[in-house]
């Protein structure tokens, strides 16, 4: 390949909208994922030289305005795997609506605007292959189960290992519906990760595996199976400590007969309701915030109801100059 000149224009830009999604949905640690219909825009300009931030909404105080920024070093990433050596300076624009270090995906979210705006800035031949996106995604997330959602919409299953990553994308019953309970508290995902055991019982790993297999058929087919299919024994238990009024929160929930469990790596709590009991969550979890103990008099929930959108990442205003 000869110069980034070849492949990119000085001066186009493209504006993507990504959802947030949530990771494990339960019992599927590191593999299923659910896209949530809450969304970041991101649009990427490329320039001359140089980089240019104008950036909107969720942690746009704290994240750094340099080559680190989470979609300048993925659009490098993308540029890096199409063959760029030499590289464009950047422009980017942000209008962030997914809370950081919630376990709503916020960093997968930005991973896929990244690398599906700056490969959709490349010319046509240069281009990366769908499966290219999602495994340059994937390497800078560390595991496929958000980018898959954010990528494809709806149900994602992942597997695989690093470079080789594979996903099938289902569809979701009509009637489930994602209620999110977002703490005023994070916990990043590195932190959360770092809490699991190198080893578990095999009685957590097959509590996992059944309650995973079933976790696909009601989320498909019945809604009703929800509560036994959302188990978990791998990663929740372990990382309770980091989050103990979220783990409140989904005793409290499942007390009460709901779905609910900590979302990708917390500390948001996820319910998945049918849709005629989406109210009476809402209702339990504002009645679970009027009633704190000490260890959560200072944490307040800012309560969503979201739904899973059928379709992922999309390029929402076309290259120009
Ligand atoms: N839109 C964004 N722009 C820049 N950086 C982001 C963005 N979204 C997430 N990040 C980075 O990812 C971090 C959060 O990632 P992580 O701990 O995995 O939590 P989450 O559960 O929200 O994905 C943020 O602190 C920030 O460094
Ligand atoms: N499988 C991951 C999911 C992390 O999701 P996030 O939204 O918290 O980044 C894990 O459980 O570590």
New binding site residues.
Partial sequence: MGTWRDVLTPGESIEVEVPAST?NVGPGYDSLGLALGHY?T?EIGVLESGLEFE?HG???E???RTED???VRCARAAWAAAGLADQPGLRVV?H?R?????????????AV?GVVAANALLAESARLTDRQVFQVCAAI?GHPD?VAPSLHGGLTISWGEPGEWESAPVTVHDDVVPVVAIPNY??????ARSLLPAQVEHRAAAVNAGRAALLVEALTHRPELLLPATADALHQPFRAPAMPPSAALVSYLRDRGHAALIS???PTVLALAPSADAGRVEAAITDFAAHPDEEREHVTWRVLRLTVPRQGARVVSHPKQ
Avoid: F, K, Q, W
Wanted: include cysteine; aromatic fraction near 0%; charge should be negative.
């Fill in positions: 990771g970041d991101v950036l969720e942690g746009c704290s994240v750094p920024h989470l979609v942000a962030n997914i809370p950081h270090g919630r376990g709503m995906g916020s960093s997968a979210s930005c605007a997330e958000n994070e916990v990043s995902t590195a932190l990708g790596a917390g």
